[in-house]
């Protein structure tokens, strides 16, 4: 097994015109490891990425963040958390990295604190109000 960065990560993940060594590249290493470990931090970057850099819309975040949780070749670190997050990204309108952060808050059982709003309307999260 190997690990991959976010850079790595996304060059696998998309077909990059501007870029088609490097996708080349990603998927050659990829597929010789057979089983790549992908951090929260590289999930969370993976995401951000897509959105602001490729302008990616939710649902194709979604249906990305579908592959990597159905591919038995990507081994997620904190799986529970991953499969967490990415139920309440799927249904909810908080950024994906905000539900990271509260998978695993609740993985700690404890409650979480934030200034987002659109955060706030997801279970067990309470608004800090000024």
């Not at 194709?60 to 529970?80: F, G, K, Q, R």
């Not at 990204?89 to 808050?105: P, V």
């Not at 279970?123 to 800090?128: A, C, F, M, Q």
């Amino acid at each position: 097994m190997i690990a991959v960065d976010t850079n790595v990560l996304v060059r696998v993940l998309v077909d990059d015109p501007g870029q088609p060594a490097q996708v080349r590249a990603a998927r050659a290493v990829l597929q010789k490891a057979g089983e790549v470990f992908v951090s929260q931090v590289v999930l969370v970057e993976t995401v951000w990425v897509l959105e602001t850099a490729y302008g990616l819309k939710r649902d194709d975040i979604i249906m990305v963040l579908d592959t990597l949780a159905l591919n038995s070749a990507y081994v997620i670190e904190h799986e529970h958390r991953f499969i967490e997050a990415h139920a309440l990204f799927r249904q909810d309108k908080a950024d994906f990295a905000d539900f990271i952060i509260l998978a695993a808050a609740q993985n700690e059982n404890s409650p979480l604190f934030t200034f987002d709003k659109r955060l706030a309307g997801s279970s067990g999260v309470t608004l800090i109000t000024t």
